[in-house]
């Protein structure tokens, strides 16, 4: 394993995290007892930068960020916020750092609500998060960040239904957005779409880290999408994180078969940069 010293004072450090699943007992195809989906994962995110986090289907990636976000409990190990153990925090107290951290998904057909419109989808945050804004600043709030992902304003009036795969994303983005985040995890969050909507989206990201000095974590098997987004690279494989370092060392210099084996599994994507 190749293991990189961490930099001081990172937005995000995740020190040797554990995380269990509870099986069922006796079920069909699981075993009794618990099965430990992260093992001793050491990471950290600098401010600003984005951390590209890789590995085969059931490597544990969608576990470290669920741990993360407190979604799922941490059996051991500590996750550090911005200079503050957040590990064994209450969900009350971890309410203010729910404004701090979003989350976008792979699917935003799935997390998009059908029944409402993008005006109430968009503003949701900030009425959990700003519950003193009125509805005039709301939304303005909501044109705002609608035009920001590349979206006409009257958006807000209109249901999920009647935007496309990448209009949904941008969507889900300007959710993620509203409540002014500074770390934003991207949970495999365009591999659902098109090579050139992927590109169109990584560009979008990318422009709002400029503007806004956002930092992500950015989950993905497409390793083509993760060089072009990521400052550093993390790879993991069976809850383990075998291989660490910046994008381009990764990138030139793997140092283990299963990161060469990722690496070769994917096509480059030239247009990136370029739409
Ligand atoms: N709720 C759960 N209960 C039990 N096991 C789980 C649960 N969620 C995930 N697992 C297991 O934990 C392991 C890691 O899952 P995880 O979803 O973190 O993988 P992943 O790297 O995100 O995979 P993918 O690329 O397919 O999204 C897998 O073996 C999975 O089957
Ligand atoms: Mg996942």
Redesign the pocket.
């Known amino acids: 394993m190749v293991s990189k010293a961490l930099s001081p004072d990172p937005l995000l450090k995740v020190t040797d995290l554990c995380v269990s699943?509870?099986?069922s007992p006796g079920g069909l195809f699981?075993k009794p007892g618990s099965?430990r989906?992260?093992k001793k994962a050491s990471f950290s995110v600098q401010k600003g930068q984005t951390v590209g986090l890789v590995?085969?289907?059931?490597?544990?990636?969608?576990?470290?960020g669920?741990a993360i976000l407190k979604l799922?409990p941490s059996e051991s190990g500590k996750i550090e916020y911005d200079g503050t153990d957040v590990t064994g925090l209450s969900e009350s107290e971890f309410l203010p750092y729910r404004k701090r951290i979003q989350t976008i998904f792979q699917d935003p057909y799935a997390s998009l609500n059908p029944r409402l419109t993008i005006g109430s989808i968009v503003s949701e945050p900030l009425i959990v998060h700003e519950p003193g804004i009125g509805r005039p600043a709301r939304e303005a709030r909501v044109a705002e960040l609608l035009t920001k992902v590349g979206l006409p304003a009257d958006a807000m009036r209109r249901y999920p239904h009647q935007f496309s795969g990448g209009q949904r994303q941008r969507i889900c983005i300007a959710r993620a957005l509203s409540s002014r985040p500074e770390f934003i995890i991207c949970?495999?969050c365009v591999s659902a779409l098109d090579v050139s909507v992927q590109a169109q989206i990584v560009n979008l990201l990318q422009d709002l880290q400029e503007e806004f000095g956002i930092t992500y974590l950015f989950?993905a098997?497409d390793l083509a999408v993760v060089e072009h987004m990521s400052h550093e690279v993390v790879v993991?494989q069976n809850?383990e994180i075998v291989e660490q370092g910046t994008s381009e060392t990764i990138y030139r210099n793997p140092q283990t078969d299963y990161a060469r084996k990722l690496l070769d599994a994917v096509p480059t994507m030239p247009s990136i940069g370029s739409v």
Not at 55 to 64: A, C, D, L, R
């Open positions: 699943y509870q099986t699981t099965f989906a992260v590995g085969e289907s059931g490597s544990g990636k969608s576990t470290i669920k799922i949970d495999e989950i098997h993991m809850g």
